[in-house]
């Protein structure tokens, strides 16, 4: 049965929002709806070859009514009127160009189509060069480096790197731009009608780990430093925010207007908006000395220790620290991988690749109708099929070694313009040892990571998988066991970053005294565990050597191709 008071966690991920109705007393999982994005699915706005990657407002806007109300529906006709709070995250950095108002500028006449007027997706890398600038700049200006907090490289996929090229492309964006907004901050303000780009509250998450945000400078970066950045940046800081808010905060109550619009009561409590892996380590039950990882697409590690253990210390190499990112509290600590499960993508896609340029062309009306069939038929099984003989390889008798680069480099030390590679391949090379060797390259990523984070002095004792692939490949969560050396627990949640987003909003409807009180009572559990196989990490103790050894000898080269 379910207790008197509901909880909705909103999560905007990359394809799709999911919205996910909790039980806030008992924690239970009541229903959930996805809603894809159309224009985004329909490959608007996005050049792959160029790697930018848009995402218009609309989309979200629409994907919010649908996944929420279909949500609210499957769990009753008054399910709306018993909703106390509403959790936001959302994939990050993802910035966008507003208007005075708060507006997205794509919302506004005149950039209705204009891809540089819309939210920059995370994985948009067309900022390499400013990422560069930022980085030599920070080093070489005289005064602080602002990327001290942010592991010490600043990355193309963040905050201040996207809007400098975005600003130095477009005049017209940039003469119509008032503000900059992260889309975790934009949705809570947008519910709870707060979007004046200089009062709404702003994620200390989003603000701490992709803008350079820190309180032992007062907030962004100075306007000196970046106006050496380039002058097209003059006077953005008194536009942009001083204060941030961790997510346990109520950023406002929803509106009369989207009550109405999504079947709720005005008034509701709206949390703070944050990033999908950080309420993703809180809904997967992080806790000291314990590494999260989300692994979908890209993957995103997780991990919080107390202020005090840590003091005045920074980690090299990672994607920031951040008092309050995760647990309002511990310092957040992020890292991860650029591409995971796209690298398992990109690998299927290049199998499947007749079935797209060759059958059509050569089958037409009944015939070609049975040809796409069989043709979407074959490339939902192919990864499965890979997996099972790719499961049956010895890894220690393949020659194949792969470096997991393919969208270049997250953690440690971020670096965009590195390329992937695969060596060691002979004409006795087979797809499934290919296919192995990109499952060991994500894995072998992932174990970079870990090695990062205990030179640097940060223990790691547990490790939490939560994500798509740690629910739906037992085959690439063995191998990456096997690599770690380590267990790795499996979250029972289906949807933990989901869950995470509802205990915050119940923190901040009051339901709970904090987020510890909210996973101890929300949480799911765990439900199954990866066990390393203690041949196989013999192997890849020597493999990873080979791994760390094929990256540093091709760097230099992948990142000129």
């Known amino acids: 049965m379910m207790s008197g008071k509901l909880i909705v966690g909103m999560d905007f991920g990359t394809d799709s929002v999911r919205a996910m109705v909790i039980d806030a007393e008992k924690g239970t999982e009541l229903a959930s709806e996805v809603a894809w994005y159309k224009r985004w699915a329909a490959g608007k706005y996005c050049d792959p070859a160029k790697n930018m990657f848009r995402q218009h407002p609309r989309d979200y806007i629409d994907g919010m009514e649908q996944s929420v109300r279909g949500a609210l529906a499957k769990v009753g006709k008054k399910a709306g009127a018993r909703v106390v709070g509403i959790g936001i995250d959302t994939t990050g950095s993802t910035p966008c160009a507003v208007d005075r108002d708060g507006s997205p500028l794509a919302l506004t006449n005149g950039f209705e189509e204009n891809p540089n007027a819309m939210f920059v997706l995370w994985k948009d890398h067309t900022a390499v060069r400013e990422a560069e600038l930022i980085n030599t700049v920070s080093r070489t200006w005289g005064g602080t480096d602002f990327t001290r907090y942010e592991g010490g490289v600043y990355s193309s996929e963040w905050f201040w790197s996207k809007i400098l090229h975005v600003l130095r492309e477009d005049r017209k964006v940039r003469a119509a731009a008032f503000s900059w907004v992260e889309h975790c901050d934009w949705m809570a303000a947008l519910l709870t009608g707060t979007t004046d780009p200089l009062t709404m509250k702003r994620s200390r998450c989003a603000a701490g780990h992709k803008a350079m945000w820190h309180p032992e400078w007062g907030g962004l970066p100075p306007e000196q430093f970046l106006v050496k950045l380039d002058p097209v940046l003059k006077g953005l800081r008194a536009r942009l925010f001083t204060e941030t808010w961790t997510s346990d905060v109520k950023a406002g109550g929803i509106t009369d207007e989207w009550a109405k619009r999504l079947g709720l009561t ?264 990866f066990v390393p196989d203690r041949k196989r990490v013999d192997v890849y103790n020597k493999l990873y050597k080979k791994y760390v050894s094929l990256g540093e000898s091709l760097q230099g080269l992948l990142q000129t191709l």
């Open 266 to 529: 005005p008034g509701t409590a709206v949390a703070v908006g944050a990033f999908d892996a950080h309420m993703g380590g809180v809904g997967g039950q992080i806790t000291g000395r314990t590494l999260v990882k989300i692994m979908g697409t890209s993957t995103c590690d997780m991990m919080v220790v107390p202020p005090k253990a840590f003091g005045a210390k920074t980690v090299p190499g990672i994607c920031g620290q951040v008092d309050g990112s995760i647990i309002p509290g511990m310092i957040g600590l992020e890292a991860g991988q650029s591409a995971f499960g796209d690298v398992y993508a990109w690998f299927k896609e290049i199998l499947a690749w007749p079935l797209t340029a060759v059958v059509p062309a050569s089958a037409k009306g009944a015939r070609g109708a049975a040809a796409a069939k069989l043709k979407q038929e074959i490339e939902e099984a192919i990864l499965d099929r890979l997996a099972e003989e790719a499961e049956k390889v010895d890894p220690a008798d393949s020659t194949v070694v792969a470096l997991d680069w393919l969208n270049g480099r997250r953690t440690p030390f971020a670096d965009q313009t590195l390329k992937g590679a695969i060596v060691g391949l002979t004409l006795g090379t087979t797809a499934p040892k290919i296919f192995r060797a990109l499952v060991e390259a994500t894995a072998f990523g992932s174990r970079a990571i870990v090695e990062q984070f205990r030179r640097e002095g940060v223990p790691i004792d547990t490790v939490i998988g939560l994500g798509g692939i740690s629910r739906k490949s037992p085959f690439v969560m063995q191998v990456t066991a096997d690599v770690l050396g380590m267990p790795i627990k499996v979250a029972a949640s289906e949807q933990a970053v989901a869950l995470g987003a509802g205990m915050f909003a119940a923190v901040a409807a009051g339901v709970y005294k904090n987020v510890s009180d909210a996973q101890k009572k929300m949480g799911s559990g765990f439900d199954k565990t």
